[in-house]
């Protein structure tokens, strides 16, 4: 655990390095928290995106303790499903990017908002553990 920290501990301790700006510096700015209050689609989009980012990180957890116990799935199993969920993110991230400059970031973010809803009912259907594999390559994906 030491040697993982080390690494984070130095990055910080060399970001705390970095000059400072004073309080004075530029005169007439806007604190972040009153910029964002004066964009109000964007503090609707950063609402949304919260929401969103704390559901997936608290639901994601339990995908794998049902692949464990309820389908049996080995550390093996469970573990390559990861690995192909990363893979196809960078399929997606590359088609997605291809797509965003062709139609516009708006337009490919709700159609993928829209599909990405109907990856955990997936699992519903799941009766093996090999089925979370193109379940997961969906979800790298998009």
């Known amino acids: 655990m030491t040697i993982n920290y080390m690494p984070y501990a130095g990055g910080h301790s060399y970001q705390l390095s970095f000059p400072q ?11 972040l928290e009153g ?11 950063l609402t949304v995106a919260g929401l ?7 639901a994601g957890p339990f995908f ?19 690995m192909v969920s990363a893979l196809t993110s960078m399929a997606g ?3 997605f990017g291809r797509w965003s400059d062709r139609l516009g970031a708006p337009r ?3 159609w993928a908002g829209m599909l990405i809803p109907f ?21 790298g994906f998009l």
């Open 64 to 82: 794998n303790v049902h692949l464990a116990q309820n389908l049996g799935a080995s550390a093996r199993t469970i573990g390559l499903p990861a």
């Open 108 to 110: 490919v973010m709700a």
């Open 52 to 58: 969103w980012n704390f559901s997936v990180f608290t």
């Open 35 to 45: 910029e964002i209050r004066r964009q109000p689609v964007f503090l609707r989009y």
């Open 21 to 31: 700006p004073c309080e004075g510096d530029a005169p007439g700015e806007i604190p």
């Open 93 to 95: 991230q590359w088609a």
């Open 119 to 139: 990856l955990p009912w997936a699992w519903l259907l799941m009766r093996s553990p090999w089925h979370v594999i193109p379940i997961n390559a969906a979800a």
